[in-house]
């Protein structure tokens, strides 16, 4: 199936992050093909980024997945149970990737509600369903993206991003982007002037 190179990803990030929006997150998980249309993102830019983990290139065990060439996942854990998927941009040796902070589902939902709820989506209330996917914690469960995807070749079949339906085997019609939101991103309190960093996307 078509899927974003390599090339896609090693350019600036913030560009990287508005045209994520509207694309297909594709997960194949245990036979199953899960793919969420991205709804929300935010660039983290390590060279003058202090939100960024591998800020003023600061490498450990944890940020060296930022530092690997772009087309790469870098997953980490918050609060030691949340995790977040981001996929590394720029040239190898640039710390920066694309956080996804939020989906919409389009193919295998009654996968995603188990491994988010552990429900039917029929058994789903209006507001859990609102909440499927509306955040990087979230969306990762019903994705079942954890550590062990940590370094995972985007351009691989486990796990990849592509422009239309079409493009991971699903028969419907690819919806409009609509106007981007460009706003501060979310919980970066800490981060000082970064904190003002308009680098957060999202459409409706």
């Not at 297909?24 to 202090?50: F, H, N, P, Q």
């Not at 981007?180 to 904190?195: C, F, P």
Request: glycine share 8%; charged share 25%.
């Amino acid at each position: 199936m078509a899927r974003f190179d390599a090339a896609f990803y090693d350019r600036d990030t913030r560009l990287v992050a508005r045209e994520l929006l509207g694309k297909y997150l594709v997960r194949r998980w245990e036979g199953a093909t899960l793919v969420c249309r991205i709804t929300e993102t935010e660039a983290y830019i390590g060279r003058m980024d202090k939100a960024c983990h591998a800020y003023q290139y600061r490498r450990t065990a944890r940020t060296e997945p930022l530092f690997a060439p772009p087309g790469h996942a870098y997953v980490y854990l918050i609060y030691g149970m949340y995790h977040c998927l981001n996929l590394v941009t720029e040239a190898e040796g640039e710390p920066a990737a694309v956080l996804i902070r939020g989906g919409q589902p389009v193919a295998g939902l009654a996968q995603m509600a188990l491994l988010r709820y552990g429900k039917a989506p029929e058994e789903l209330t209006a507001y859990q369903s609102r909440n499927l996917m509306n955040g990087p914690g979230k969306l990762c469960k019903a994705l079942s993206i954890t550590r062990a995807d940590n370094l995972a070749d985007l351009t691989g079949d486990a796990l990849y991003v592509c422009a239309a339906p079409e493009d991971a085997g699903l028969p419907v019609p690819a919806q409009p982007v609509g106007e981007v939101h460009v706003t501060k991103r979310i919980g970066i309190d800490y981060a000082e002037e970064a904190a003002d960093f308009p680098w957060r996307y999202y459409i409706d």
